[in-house]
């Protein structure tokens, strides 16, 4: 119609992932053209996630996503606005809307179980906030996203059960200690993302959760006592193998620190 050429409604299907209610405007099709397109999509998480690993995107967060894995469903909308001519100033906005997704952020990252949230995007990064999920036995609440300085990170806090713990197999060494836990306790949690590898970072009081370990780590449930678990990537270093170092700590009585090769 006079140099605009327009879309209503249509449908469209990449793999498994259905696209409905598309409508889009190219504009000025015989000079600068310029095309806008809105769209809405249902279809398997795991196969969302795989499209991120495999455009640009992967690049813009430093291939974080690049292992994870997700269970189900999940709802997309979706808008671009592409300047024909110019399409490197393309622009694009949207949102993910989890419904009890399974997610694993990293292989060595906990499983988000019943992940339930909403995640806006645009071309530049995406966040998420106000969200939930199960990990560790019990609820967490976190929130996060790509950071101006180009890391991905995401904080939270939950509550961990000494059942969920020595599920929690990504923990190593302290996953085995949880055979001798009972109880529940809160804890606050990060996770980030350095040149694609993750680091974490937890702490506690452990109030509600009982060691039962010779003295001196036996701990009654009401008795406080610091936990903190941290992993740090190191910087490159030429010709040497990517590190990271995992540091533990427990009150005044633990203290121990590994170099590892990932």
């Known amino acids: ?11 469209a299907r990449h793999g498994a992932i259905a696209f409905t209610g598309v409508n889009g405007v190219i504009r000025n099709l015989e000079g600068d053209g310029r095309m806008t397109l809105d769209a809405a999509a249902r279809g398997p998480l795991a196969e969302m996630l795989r499209i991120v690993a495999t455009s640009p995107v992967n690049d813009w ?11 189900g469903n999940a709802d997309l909308k979706l808008n671009l606005d592409l300047p024909l001519m110019h399409l ?9 809307v989890l419904a009890g997704n399974d997610i694993r952020i990293a292989p060595d990252s906990p499983l988000l179980a019943g992940a339930k949230g909403r995640v806006e995007f645009t071309h ?14 019990g609820d967490l609440t976190f929130d996060g996203g790509l950071q ?10 939950g509550t961990a059960t000494a059942d969920g713990l020595r599920r929690a197999t990504e923990l190593g060494q302290v996953a085995r200690v949880a055979t001798a836990l009972a109880g529940r306790t809160s804890y606050r949690a990060s996770l980030g993302f350095v040149r694609g590898e993750a680091e974490v970072n937890v702490t506690s009081n452990l109030v509600g959760l009982a060691l039962n370990l010779p003295a001196p780590l ?6 406080p006592l610091a936990l903190r678990y941290q992993t740090t990537v190191e910087p490159l270093v030429a010709g040497q193998p990517a590190r990271d170092t995992l540091r533990f700590e427990l009150g005044g009585i633990v203290q121990a620190q590994y170099l590892r090769e990932l």
């Open 61 to 71: 967060i430093g291939k974080a996503l690049a292992t994870s894995t997700g269970s």
């Open 218 to 223: 036996a701990k009654a449930a009401e008795t």
């Open 1 to 11: 119609d006079r140099g605009t050429l327009t879309l209503a409604n249509g449908r």
């Open 124 to 137: 530049k990064g995406f966040a998420i906030s106000g969200a939930s999920a199960r990990v560790y036995g």
């Open 148 to 157: 101006p300085d180009g890391t991905l990170r995401f904080n939270g806090q």
């Open 88 to 96: 490197d100033t393309s622009t694009a906005k949207g949102s993910v």
